[in-house]
C-alpha cells in the first residue's frame, strides 16, 4: 500500500503535459508505438482537454510527478417528466505508472472520480474495463450490470 506519498487531485489544464507523457510512456513502453509526435500529442491533448470540459481529469502525484490519471466524462441525459435534470457519467483513461501499480494509487483515483460522482448527483457511472482491470473495479465496489449492453462496429 501507499505510504501517504500520493495525493490525488483535480487535474487542470496546466496537467496536460503531464497526462500526455503518460500516455505517451503507456503506449511506447507497454504496447510498442514508435511513434516521434509527442510534442504534438502534448499540445493535441491540451486543445482536447480546454475543448471537452465534460471530460473531469484527476491526477495523482508523488513527489510532484504524475504517476496516474483517471476521467470522468459527465453526460446530460434526456429529461424524465419527473426529473429535469439528469446526468450519468462514464470512467475512462484510468492509467497508473507501472512502478506504482498495485500500491493503491489506482484506489485512490477511483475514490476520487466516485467523490466527483457523488458530488454531481450522477445517477449511474459506465467503465469499459481491460479483462485485467476488471478486479480492481470489483475490489472498489463496482459490479456487472444485467441490463448495461454494449455494441461495437464491425471492423
Not at 490519471?69 to 446530460?76: C, E, N, R, S
Request: aromatic share 8%.
Amino acid at each position: 500500500m501507499i505510504d501517504g506519498g500520493v495525493r490525488v487531485r483535480r487535474a487542470s489544464d496546466a496537467d496536460a503535459p503531464a497526462l500526455a507523457g503518460l500516455r505517451w510512456r503507456r503506449a511506447t513502453q507497454e504496447r510498442g508505438y514508435q511513434g516521434d509526435n509527442l510534442d504534438e500529442f502534448v499540445a493535441t491533448l491540451g486543445d482536447w482537454m480546454r475543448g471537452h470540459p465534460e471530460h473531469r481529469a484527476f491526477v495523482a502525484e508523488a513527489a510532484g510527478d504524475a504517476v496516474g490519471m483517471a476521467w470522468l466524462a459527465v453526460l446530460d441525459r434526456v429529461p424524465t417528466a419527473d426529473k429535469y435534470a439528469r446526468r450519468g457519467g462514464d470512467v475512462q483513461c484510468v492509467l497508473v505508472a507501472p512502478e506504482m501499480r498495485d500500491q493503491g494509487v489506482g484506489a485512490l483515483l477511483m475514490s476520487a472520480v466516485l467523490d466527483e460522482a457523488r458530488r454531481l448527483d450522477l445517477e449511474h457511472v459506465t467503465v469499459h474495463s481491460s479483462s485485467r482491470a476488471v478486479p480492481f473495479y470489483e475490489r472498489n465496489g463496482w459490479s456487472h450490470g444485467r441490463e448495461w449492453l454494449s455494441w461495437t462496429p464491425e471492423e
